[in-house]
Structure formats: structure tokens, C-alpha cells
């Protein structure tokens, strides 16, 4: 199937669109965009900004992928928006290019992203997201594979979420989630693992027990944080696990703390 262009879409000149790329009626795609292959924009979606999808993304109505940046730094020069294969965008979503001129906002593969859901500038989004309607990350936030954002949720700049964390519906989170954990509340705080995560991604039973027992030790022990993850490295019998590594791993990067 050839690209399809409607004769009522608005594709500005220097726009690149690729192969088999269907652009619906009332659509626009700005000068330095470039729509991969199989991409279909929607009716009165936009694509705009130094924007560049990958192959067989769909936007929906409404929605505007590669829009200037929020952030009152932006001094001008043309902040990039770079977007994998395989995402959904659905009915109103907003995907920001980075604020500086040299920086990008980076969203990865087979994401799903609902109504009213938005992803500022400078973000890193990893592959296989759900997030839920209505829900916010702020500038700068880290989202590694898995990942499941429940509605309503806002996340506040510079968080970080690891592998398979899920964060409940309504949740106001401020700090650091880390892989394989469930948090819940305003402020957020993890409250237990991300079991039903975990087992529709195939998690053995094994995997599930020492996720719990590093929650155990992280979340429900007598040391602090410090001195829980010296416990885990040194003296637990899960410390060559993968997933306790992983975990110790990312609670040694965290800047803001754990929630």
C-alpha cells in the first residue's frame, strides 16, 4: 500500500514521511518531522517539531507528538522528540521535544499511551509502558521496560521507575520506584511487589519470592535504607540474585530517594 495523504491533511514542506504512512483528513505533519513507515496519523492529530517516529506507530485524534517544551529555560534551536515502533497514542495525548538545543526527549517501543496522558520534556520512556488516562510524567523522568502507570497519576521531575514497577491510579509519586514494585498513595510509597506484573510477564514463582524478600528487607526491616542495601550486598542470602542486584543497582543511582 502506497503512503495516503488526504487532500484535506496539512503536510508542511520538508516533512519526511515514509513508506505506506496514512495521513487522515484535518492531520498536521510540520517541516522537520519524519513519520516512519506504517505510521498512521489520525484526523486532527499533529506531528510537529524536529519529531521522529519509528515504523507502524498510530496517533489519534487530538493528539500532539513533538510540541514545544513547557519548561521556561527553553531559549530557542530545535530540541529533539525521538519515538520507537509499534506505539499507540491515543485521543489527546502531548509528547514534548527536550528543552535544550542539543538534548532529546527519547520514548521507546510498543508503548501504550492513553487519553489525556502526557510525557514532557527531556523524558527517557523505555518499551512495553501502559499509561493510563490523565496521567503526567514531569521533565526529566526515567521510565525503564514494563512499566505500568495506573490513571490519574502525576510524576514528579527527575523521578526514575524501574523494570516492572506498576504506580496505582490517583498516586501523586516524588521519588524513586524501584524494578519490580508496587506504590500507591500521595506521596506515593511502595507498598508491596508488583506480583500481578510480575506473573503476567512470566515470572517464575522463584523470581516473585526473592522480589518479596528484597521488599522485605528494604521495606519492612528494622535497618534504614543505607543499611539495608549493605545487608542485601553482603549479608543475605539473596545477594546473587539478578533481581536483588537490579534492585541494589538502582537504589545506589537514586537522587531523590525511594518512595
Known amino acids: 500500500m502506497a503512503t495516503s495523504v488526504h487532500p484535506l491533511a496539512i503536510v ?3 516533512a519526511q514521511l515514509g513508506q505506506d504512512v496514512i495521513v487522515e483528513a484535518f492531520a498536521l505533519i510540520g517541516k522537520s518531522a519524519v513519520v516512519g513507515d506504517g505510521t498512521i496519523i489520525r484526523h486532527h492529530a499533529t506531528v510537529e517539531g524536529k519529531a521522529t517516529l519509528g515504523k507502524n506507530n498510530e496517533v489519534y ?30 485521543e489527546y495525548v502531548t509528547a514534548h ?31 512495553h509502558l501502559v499509561m493510563s488516562s490523565q496521567s503526567a510524567l514531569g521533565g526529566h523522568v526515567e521510565v525503564d521496560d514494563h512499566v505500568t502507570i495506573g490513571w490519574g497519576v502525576g510524576v514528579h521531575q527527575f523521578c526514575r ?57 528494604l521495606y519492612r526491616g ?11 550486598q553482603n549479608g543475605s542470602n539473596l545477594a546473587e540474585e539478578k533481581i536483588t542486584q537490579e534492585i541494589i543497582q538502582f537504589t545506589e543511582k537514586s537522587n531523590r530517594g525511594l518512595a
Do not use: W
Not at 61 to 88: R, S
Not at 162 to 174: Q, T
Not at 222 to 232: M, P, S
Open 222 to 232: 528494622d535497618l534504614n535504607r543505607r543499611q539495608a542495601v549493605k545487608h542485601l
Open 61 to 90: 485524534p487530538y493528539a500532539l507528538i513533538g510540541g514545544l517544551t513547557h519548561d521556561l529555560k527553553y531559549t530557542g534551536g530545535e530540541p529533539e522528540l525521538v519515538v520507537g515502533d509499534n506505539n499507540i497514542f491515543r
Open 12 to 14: 508542511e514542506e520538508g
Open 97 to 127: 521535544v527536550a528543552t535544550g538545543s542539543q538534548d532529546c526527549t527519547v520514548i521507546g517501543s510498543e508503548n501504550v499511551f492513553l487519553a489525556y496522558s502526557h510525557i514532557a520534556h527531556d523524558c527517557k520512556v523505555g518499551n
Open 161 to 217: 521507575l524501574g523494570r516492572h514497577c506498576m504506580i496505582s491510579a490517583c498516586s501523586k509519586l516524588v521519588q524513586d520506584v524501584p524494578p519490580f514494585m508496587l506504590a500507591d498513595g500521595s506521596p506515593a510509597e511502595v507498598r508491596s511487589v508488583n506480583k500481578v506484573g510480575m506473573e503476567r510477564s512470566g515470572f517464575a514463582k522463584t523470581d516473585l519470592d526473592i522480589a518479596k524478600g528484597v521488599f522485605k528487607v
